[in-house]
């Protein structure tokens, strides 16, 4: 089965604490994409990588990293430095440049800070 | 950036019902996608439409590129059509390749 899978689905951790999420997808897409959702709001990009060893932060990038070492992984660490890292993490991921662009997404992750 | 508007933000209907939800965006596109979130946080993908019209089965949707909007109709409704609908936009500049999401349309069916 082709898809994307996220890891854990629920995440708690304390404050002052650094944690990674895993994205991993089988569809032989070039492009990965992370993005944060706030309860009642819409989804906001956290950081994207079009190709493998390259990313470029979206519009919240701070208090986040990542890295893209292989095609098929994209892992976002939350650092302490994130002052508000409560919310709903998606992956999504796409064919990238020169194809149709269409983003699919994973099932998500729970992040709570205690 | 580009700008995304929903509407209707709320939308309560009885089962049976149609529905129209509406797109606005404020610049040129080259990707629209309209997603349909679920209960447990899941996106799902309903259409990829820069333009044009495209039905899939009780659902279809129109994007009017030139006068930037888009349009979702679902028809004969059930309770399984609730959840959150959004809308997103992305436009190829270089360097600034990324989806920029509405803030949703919260349908609701009764039974």
């Known amino acids: 089965d082709g898809g994307i899978t996220q890891s854990p689905k629920y995440l708690f951790r304390k404050e002052g604490q650094n944690v990674t999420l895993s994205c991993e997808q089988n569809?032989?897409?070039?492009?990965m994409y992370w993005y944060r959702q706030d309860p009642g709001q819409g989804l906001r990009l956290i950081y994207y990588s079009q190709i493998v060893n390259d990313f470029q932060k979206g519009d919240i990038a701070e208090g986040y990293s990542v890295s893209r070492e292989k095609k098929e992984s994209f892992p976002l660490t939350v650092t302490s430095a994130q002052k508000n890292p409560t919310a709903f993490y998606l992956c999504?991921?796409?064919?990238?440049?020169?194809?149709?662009?269409?983003?699919?997404f994973g099932p998500g992750t729970r992040l709570t800070v205690l | 950036g580009i700008q995304v508007e929903q509407s209707p933000p709320d939308l309560i209907l009885q089962e049976g019902a149609n529905s129209t939800l509406r797109c606005n965006f404020s610049?040129?596109?080259?990707?629209l996608q309209w997603f349909h979130q679920n209960p447990w946080g899941q996106l799902i993908n309903l259409f990829y439409i820069p333009s044009g019209t495209k039905q899939n089965g009780r659902l279809s949707a129109t994007t009017v590129a030139t006068e930037r909007y888009s349009l979702l109709y679902i028809s004969s409704s059930q309770t399984t059509d609730s959840g959150v609908y959004f809308c997103a936009v992305e436009r190829w500049d270089f360097g600034n390749e990324k989806l920029t999401f509405g803030t949703g349309t919260r349908l609701t069916i009764i039974p």
């Open positions: 610049d040129s596109v080259n990707n």
């Open positions: 569809l032989n897409h070039d492009a």
């Open positions: 999504a991921s796409s064919i990238g440049r020169g194809g149709i662009r269409e983003q699919f």
